[in-house]
């Protein structure tokens, strides 16, 4: 009995610590983004080639509230910065896949045009491939980059610094349904 304290911290501390590692084993992390981080699921945003910093400010973001989702939050928090900084490391060297949504054929004419006229193209990267904080955009899927363009413009998608939801102010329902259609099956 004279044991049974000690034990019980131990298997806490054990727990705690293989609840940690396991959060920032990048394996769990495929159940939901995809194999290597190309999701196929059209309401995950895919992770792989995107930017380091881009990710790990995400994971941050998520981890401190400024960005909420009720599963990315719940899995954030258990992240030390260390983990952020390694899982972002991890998806930003991985390989995107050729996207494998195909955007309608006028939607795909008026994109350039549209992706110039809104800068989204000085921000992202002219391929929207993204850098730094930003976020590549090329090949991610298009309902994700539908739903995260309209939470821009009704200011309740979280973001570091603001930029994204002035720009998204501009949009009209029409802009936005062509640029993620079209934006969705840019590859590169
Ligand atoms: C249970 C499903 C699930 C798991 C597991 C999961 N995620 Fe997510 N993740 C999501 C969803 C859903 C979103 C989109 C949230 C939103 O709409 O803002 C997301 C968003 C993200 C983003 C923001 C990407 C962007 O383009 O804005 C990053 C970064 C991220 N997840 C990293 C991870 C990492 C790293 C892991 C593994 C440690 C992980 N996720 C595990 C469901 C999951
Ligand atoms: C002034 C710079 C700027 C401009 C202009 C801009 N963006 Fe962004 N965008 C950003 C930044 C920075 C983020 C990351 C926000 C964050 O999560 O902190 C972002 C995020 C996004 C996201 C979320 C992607 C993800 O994976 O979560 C989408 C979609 C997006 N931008 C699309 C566009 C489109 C389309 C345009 C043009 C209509 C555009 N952006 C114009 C800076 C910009």
Known sequence: ?????????????AFLF?????AADPNLCAACHGEGGNSTNPAVPSLAG???????TALYMFRE??????????????LSNADLNELAAHFSSQKPAPPRHQAKVDNAAAG?????????TQCHGPKLLGLQQ?????????????EQLRAFKAG????LDGNMTAAAQ??????IEVLADYIAGLGG
């Open 170 to 175: 501009a949009l009209s329902d029409k802009d």
């Open 112 to 120: 350039p045009t549209l992706t110039q006229k809104f800068n989204c």
């Open 134 to 146: 930003m976020p590549r955009l090329a090949g991610q899927q298009f309902e994700y980059l539908r």
């Open 156 to 159: 309740k998608r979280g973001e």
């Open 65 to 78: 509230g400024y960005r909420k989702d009720a599963q990315m939050s719940p899995l954030a928090a258990q």
């Open 1 to 13: 009995m004279i044991f049974a304290v000690p034990n019980a911290a131990a298997l806490a501390a």
């Open 50 to 56: 995107q930017p380091r910093q881009f990710i790990s």
């Open 18 to 22: 293989s609840a940690a590692v396991y």
